[in-house]
């Protein structure tokens, strides 16, 4: 079922993701090479507790963390741990925080110290796959347009855009309908209402778009081939004449 927010839904949405897009901006001013990814998850635990706010991610579903902190090859949900980001690393933080009973959600790749320009193309076009899903986007559009703008975007400079995990829609859940996956045909699925907010996350992968779920831990995700993952993530509100970006 897809809940469509009240205005004061609206409202409450905005303070939420405004939080998680300070919060990502904070952590990119203070994210640097020899630092560790637990390191990166107390600034942003700080961050987000300071603004009277709760982070979602801790012990959703036995989470560990009060965000995802995933280098390199791990795709998504990498666990903060004592892994040391390197330079030349690229670090996707994924933060989602809860105030008044509404989530934001949103995740940025930052690139740390001096990265290869390979590394720095997939970065810049997976924010790219995102800015080409919303245009044109508002209500009366076809859900599965957004993957097919994802996926036409990725595919054209080589790149394996990722099917086992989706975008999806967000509000008093953090993962709420429909799921917003980053492939699909154009013209298909439900159409897009006013009122709805939905995440839309390109995970695009520089080799194959097959990836692995670690057995042991139960979260982190990994390229199949081993080669480097971006992320890049916003919670958006459909409007009828365009869309908002609640967390940029
Ligand atoms: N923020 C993630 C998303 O974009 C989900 C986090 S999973 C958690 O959907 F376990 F860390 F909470
Ligand atoms: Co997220
Ligand atoms: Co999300």
Known sequence: MIHIKTEHEIELMRESCRI????LEFVGRNIHAGMTTKQVDELVYRYITSCGATPSSLGYGGFPASSCVSVNEVVVHGIPSDRVILDGDIV???ITA????????AART????????????LVKVTEE????AIEGLQAG???YDIGYAVQTHAESHGYGVVRALVGHGIGRDMHEDPSVPNYGKKGTGIRLKAGMTICIEPMINMGTYKVNFDKRDG?????ADGKPAAHYENTVLIKEDGVEILTL
């Open 141 to 143: 559009v076809p859900l």
């Open 98 to 105: 809860e105030k008044d009973g509404f989530n934001g959600d």
């Open 92 to 94: 996707s933080v994924d």
């Open 110 to 121: 930052f690139l740390i110290g001096n990265v290869s320009e390979e590394k720095r193309e």
């Open 219 to 223: 979260w982190t995700v990994t390229t």
């Open 129 to 132: 796959c995102f800015f080409k």
């Open 20 to 23: 998680v897009k300070e919060t």
